[in-house]
């Protein structure tokens, strides 16, 4: 392959608003849960209590909690993944790859658009994309739906190039070996009885009916990283969080459940991961520190147990950092390289 060709790499994400008003709220959410892959009922049907009834609700309570997180930069989302095609274009550029590989960003529901950030990288000259949802775990709502948004992409923007994309990396070593690294950096003592909570985003029950093998990738992650971490299960579990709706089952235990669980019957420091959030976002940022520690701390004092603020310690998600640059870079790379050298 010609040295001046090139491949581009597409790292996806869901979306966030583009200000934190209940408009943009609604903006967002409008296209979000309307998707085929997320919407609980038909089309025409959601469509109307949708518009009617959910939006105008939760425009003005997401955006509420969106202006508490919201940075002089802008979306916390946007922030990390821009900082994100920096580190993983100097990480291609220090590997020897020279200019061969252009690094973008997009979102499914908001801006940058896929198809937006897919024409750059045509008129970049890239010949060939890998696409990277930023979902370790794959889920029919998540990265089905960058999947469905490539497609529409190819065809709005004829894409004469070619395309794939990277279904997950829950099993990933860099990525397991992070994660670890980053509940020590968090004050974790592996010989203590720190405890962890390995908190994933719930899906609902009838996609694992239909074959959707997220339950069992979200396990597989979580057992990596506490072999990694040397401890053994009585110190760690899983739990479910950000169910969209109360009409459907969702997969469990719910997040909130374990954690009133552990602070009635008494565990030490709770640890409280998401390994399935690339970069912070409303669902960490907001829902750990607003409501997932103030219920943990709210049951424990009903239980008569004496809790202090260390109690209850968040790990940050891998977010803009060097390691998750070099975790991105070792998924894609071996993707940007065969094609390379065909």
Known sequence: MPAHTRCGVLLVNTGTPAAPTPKEVRKYLGKFLIDKRIAPMNRAAWWLILHLFILP?????SAAKYEAIWTDEGSPLNVGHEKLVSGLSAAFGEAGFGNTVEVRYAMSYSEPTISASMRELKDCGCKHLIVLPLYPQSAYST??????????AVRKIKWDGTYELIDNYHDNLTYIKALAASIKHAGFDPESDDVILFSFHSIPLVDIEAGDTYELQT???SLQ??????????????????RFDKGREWLSPYSKDVLAR???SGVGRVFFVCPGFAVDCLET???VGDEFKPLYFEKARAAGRPVSDDHFVYVPCLDRSKAHAK?????TSPYVGAWLDD
């Open 285 to 287: 940022l907001h829902d």
């Open 327 to 331: 975790v991105l870079y070792e998924v």
């Open 57 to 61: 609700s939760r425009g003005r309570k």
């Open 262 to 264: 552990w602070a009635e």
């Open 143 to 152: 990265t089905g739906a960058v999947h469905d948004g490539v497609e529409r």
């Open 219 to 221: 396990g597989a992650s």
């Open 225 to 242: 990283i506490a072999s990694e971490l040397g401890i053994d299960r009585k110190r760690w579990t899983i739990g479910y969080q950000c």
